[in-house]
């Protein structure tokens, strides 16, 4: 287990300098930074080339990511063009975007996997079709419809949430935006629960458990939940990146100043240094993620060694 560990931290090391070069590179072909620090007027010559010596942007584009990479391994993610440390933001908007993952990943794993469990044990029957379609229509309906229905009902009908998170986020108040944002990973987590159980059940070991005169609920817990959770875990340590990267959309609707929210503004205003940084720490998040969900395979299933 340990040489495994080892191994595969060694290979996130191409893994996140190709990541983080890609971004860089995408990042500086999105136009001319300085230009919009200007305004709507267009810079004087000596104005922009003290701002690109300032910001290091009158430099060749490797010599950039090099020593942008070189500030990334002492913590230094450099400065937003308003004067403000990325950290700083960092800071900020990361506590509130974890709060709400946290809160859509235990939504998709208590109900996505429980009703899975529920249709897979009862393919075929009235409540397998009725979840199905109540999934089918969630994939179908847009995130931005779904966050914008809820809050008009929930919250300006109804009067039972606030139409906008306070700068705080609490875990109370990110509970409508979590479900938003987990609503479509919530039903795939569903329908791979229900695949995986419904394959499972008629497998050998399953019925030898049950020929064995073991309870249903040990049957179902032990043998039968356990090998099939494990596309629905890859499914969701893939997932936790994406929830935090793709907030934008829910952040947007219920004014959240999380991580999708520091994105929007750092493409809107082309500031180049923030979106890099925010996709730096995004990528380990990726990262980190797929190496807990190889490891939690052997937890899962003890056939599973890692040499």
Same mark, same amino acid.
């Given at each position: 287990?340990?040489?495994?560990?080892?191994?595969?931290?060694?290979?996130?090391?191409?893994?996140?300098?190709?990541?983080?070069?890609?971004?860089?590179?995408?990042?500086?072909?999105?136009?001319?930074?300085?230009?919009?620090?200007?305004?709507?007027?267009?810079?004087?010559?000596?104005?922009?080339?003290?701002?690109?010596?300032?910001?290091?942007?009158?430099?060749?584009?490797?010599?950039?990511?090099?020593?942008?990479?070189?500030?990334?391994?002492?913590?230094?993610?450099?400065?937003?063009?308003?004067?403000?440390?990325?950290?700083?933001?960092?800071?900020?908007?990361?506590?509130?975007?974890?709060?709400?993952?946290?809160?859509?990943?235990?939504?998709?794993?208590?109900?996505?996997?429980?009703?899975?469990?529920?249709?897979?044990?009862?393919?075929?029957?009235?409540?397998?079709?009725?979840?199905?379609?109540?999934?089918?229509?969630?994939?179908? +309906?847009?995130? *931005? =419809? /779904?966050? &914008?229905? #809820?809050?008009? $009902?929930?919250?300006?009908?109804?009067?039972?949430?606030?139409?906008?998170?306070?700068?705080?986020?609490?875990?109370?108040?990110?509970?409508?935006?979590?479900?938003?944002?987990?609503?479509?990973?919530?039903?795939?987590?569903?329908?791979?629960?229900?695949?995986?159980?419904?394959?499972?059940?008629?497998?050998?070991?399953?019925?030898?458990?049950?020929?064995?005169?073991?309870?249903?609920?040990?049957?179902?817990?032990?043998?039968?939940?356990?090998?099939?959770?494990?596309?629905?875990?890859?499914?969701?340590?893939?997932?936790?990146?994406?929830?935090?990267?793709?907030?934008?959309?829910?952040?947007?609707?219920?004014?959240?100043?999380?991580?999708?929210?520091?994105?929007?503004?750092?493409?809107?205003?082309?500031?180049?240094?923030? +979106?890099?940084? *925010? =996709? /730096?720490? &995004?990528? #380990?998040?990726? $990262?980190?993620?797929?190496?807990?969900?190889?490891?939690?395979?052997?937890?899962?299933?003890?056939?599973?060694?890692?040499?």
């Amino acid at each position: 287990m340990g040489r495994y560990v080892v191994r595969r931290l060694l290979q996130m090391i191409p893994v996140f300098i190709g990541a983080t070069l890609l971004i860089f590179l995408m990042v500086n072909v999105m136009g001319d930074p300085i230009a919009g620090l200007c305004g709507d007027r267009q810079c004087d010559p000596a104005t922009a080339a003290q701002l690109k010596k300032e910001f290091g942007l009158d430099k060749p584009v490797w010599q950039q990511y090099l020593t942008y990479m070189g500030n990334v391994f002492t913590g230094d993610f450099g400065t937003a063009f308003n004067g403000q440390e990325v950290t700083e933001l960092m800071a900020t908007a990361f506590p509130v975007t974890i709060r709400l993952t946290i809160v859509a990943i235990l939504f998709e794993v208590v109900i996505g996997i429980t009703l899975g469990v529920v249709t897979g044990l009862r393919r075929g029957r009235p409540v397998d079709t009725s979840v199905l379609m109540f999934t089918l229509v969630v994939i179908s +309906v847009p995130t *931005f =419809v /779904t966050g &914008l229905l #809820l809050q008009l $009902l929930l919250g300006v009908e109804w009067g039972w949430i606030k139409p906008s998170v306070s700068t705080d986020a609490t875990f109370s108040e990110l509970i409508v935006p979590g479900l938003v944002l987990a609503s479509v990973s919530l039903a795939y987590v569903t329908r791979l629960t229900r695949t995986s159980i419904a394959e499972n059940r008629r497998s050998d070991y399953v019925r030898t458990a049950v020929a064995k005169g073991l309870p249903r609920r040990r049957v179902i817990t032990r043998h039968l939940l356990r090998n099939s959770l494990i596309p629905v875990v890859t499914f969701i340590g893939t997932d936790i990146g994406a929830l935090m990267g793709g907030a934008i959309v829910t952040e947007r609707i219920f004014n959240i100043h999380g991580v999708g929210y520091q994105l929007y503004q750092g493409i809107l205003r082309q500031n180049t240094q923030t +979106v890099v940084g *925010f =996709v /730096t720490v &995004l990528v #380990l998040v990726f $990262l980190v993620a797929n190496l807990l969900v190889d490891l939690l395979y052997a937890v899962l299933d003890p056939r599973i060694r890692y040499a």
